[in-house]
T-cell receptor, first 113, second 113 residues
Framework: EDQVTQSPEALRLQEGESSSLNCSYT??????LFWYRQDPGKGPEFLFT???AGEEKEKERLKATLTKKESFLHITAPKPEDSATYLC??????????????FGSGTQLTVLP | DAGVTQSPTHLIKTRGQHVTLRCSPI?????VSWYQQVLGQGPQFIFQ???????GRGNFPDRFSARQFPNYSSELNVNALLLGDSALYLC????????????FGQGTRLTVV
């Protein structure tokens, strides 16, 4: 069974204090590792897609990396507006439904001013 | 360009009733997926439709059904509502059925009382 596990569940940072969020996955036929940001009561906002081990993508203060078993979302010098829940999802091609995303439970990030 | 739009945004229903949720995908996107997100958890896959055909179904009871129309919009129907059906229902659209990013709407918050 496909599994995506995110850690930590919650993270509190001071403004400017860099850190990383972890996403480990067990998917038999990985077809993309996706990162989303979700604000309370809103739908997830797409951030990145990673397809192969060693791939990296950056957007402002965020950088996502991928290995064969995990992905990391690095946050450099975060600001209070980066506070949100960050969701990781794996796309599974082997299920026959390649748009089926298996989500982790998310990391709730709070950045204090 | 308009993003994914869902209606209604909020809904309160009584146990045993039926509900219909609607989704309009991004223009040009042919794939629509539905997800259920319970508070504190990541979204869970319900259905995927591509070119008006069901391409995938998650582990949900037969009370849940969906369809996609010729204009690629979609409906999610839930019969015989239970208290446990209370959740944020998310619609995601993607350009193709496989290997492309999924963009989410703002969701429909369903409360069953």
């Amino acid at each position: 069974e496909d599994q995506v596990t995110q850690s930590p569940e919650a993270l509190r940072l001071q403004e400017g204090e860099s850190s990383s969020l972890n996403c480990s996955y067990t998917v038999s036929g990985l077809r993309g590792l996706f990162w989303y940001r979700q604000d309370p009561g809103k739908g997830p906002e797409f951030l990145f897609t990673l397809y192969s081990a060693g791939e990296e993508k950056e957007k402002e203060r965020l950088k996502a990396t991928l290995t064969k078993k995990e992905s990391f979302l690095h946050i450099t010098a975060p600001k209070p507006e980066d506070s949100a829940t960050y969701l990781c999802a794996a796309g599974d091609l082997s299920s026959g439904s390649a748009r089926q995303l298996t989500f982790g439970s998310g990391t709730q990030l709070t950045v204090l001013p | 360009d308009a993003g994914v739009t869902q209606s209604p945004t909020h809904l309160i229903k009584t146990r045993g009733q039926h509900v219909t949720l609607r989704c309009s995908p991004i223009s040009g996107h042919k794939s629509v997926s539905w997800y259920q997100q319970v508070l504190g958890q990541g979204p869970q896959f319900i259905f995927q439709y591509y070119e008006k055909e069901e391409r995938g179904r998650g582990n949900f009871p037969d009370r849940f059904s969906a369809r996609q129309f010729p204009n690629y919009s979609s409906e999610l129907n839930v019969n015989a509502l239970l208290l446990g059906d209370s959740a944020l229902y998310l619609c995601a659209s993607s350009l193709l059925g496989t290997g492309t990013e999924a963009f989410f709407g703002q969701g429909t918050r369903l409360t069953v009382v």
